[in-house]
């Protein structure tokens, strides 16, 4: 696990280090902290961390970048800064005032196997997301066409779109959900079904007599996927009781599904709540989909949770 370890903390020194320079004032709900890279026991994993976002700090600046963000040639930070950085995202979150949210690599199994896995951002103002960023480096930009490569970045304002760009930040596509009729449904899911519960999934399938296989990856990719209309619904139910969604897993996903034209809820139909902390609360689930087809699929999970307590 130590790479992933090392590129998660790389990671988010960086963004926190953008975020620090452009939005000074501007606290961070991070996935990660600094507290075991500064025990010397740390030291080599510590310096791997350090000399990883450095490089990518002082690396040549690109489409958009800016030198006053901290970063390009001769920006190099030190340890302490980048400790630093990386602690900025401890702040437990709540109901009012400006967020960022910083999940470094979202999809831990998919980075390991070569997978989908996704680098994601949000801005929160008063508990409601403002901007979502998606970065999927191995999703392909344009499934119908391959030779375009792989490599998306989805990004959304509320109330200004959504739209997908490559990771230089051509090529801007904005994006809708497409309508999508009921013969022609296909969920996506989690791959780990420690995730996710899959036997539920295959029962709301089955109420609703769909057909098609999941289409099953790592990540908020899947978010992406479903604004571009891959998909018609990302179902994500819980597997058991006590495991409480964290907000960074779905800022982003949330506001670029909705800027696209779809719905995201809780397994009840009620608005995903980023006003309460770290985490989304208890866990009822999250549904996203298109407008037509999310009613529909909330209706069959419904019945499918009456079905299982009537068992119980």
Known sequence: MMILTVGDYAAQAVISTILNRAFPADPIVGEEDA???REESGHGLRDRIIELANEAIVGELGLGDNAEWGIGPGQQQTTEQLLDAIDRGNFPGGRTGRMWTIDPIDGTKGFLRGEQYAVCLSLIVDAQVQIGVIGCPNLLFDPAQPDLGR???FVAVKGQGAEQITLSGAN???LKIAQVPAAEISFLESVEAAHSSHSFNDRVSSLLNITRSPIRMDSQAKYGCL??????????MPTGVGYREKIWDHAPGAVLVEEAGGVVTDSRGQPLDFGLGRTLGENFGVVAAGKDVHTVVLAAIQKAGHEEKAKA
């Not at 604004?227 to 994500?236: V, W």
Request: hydrophobic residues 40%; without cysteine.
């Open 172 to 174: 801007s596509t904005p």
């Open 151 to 153: 490599g998306a970045i």
């Open 35 to 37: 507290a075991e890279l």
């Open 227 to 236: 604004a571009r209309s891959e998909g018609a619904a990302y179902l994500r």
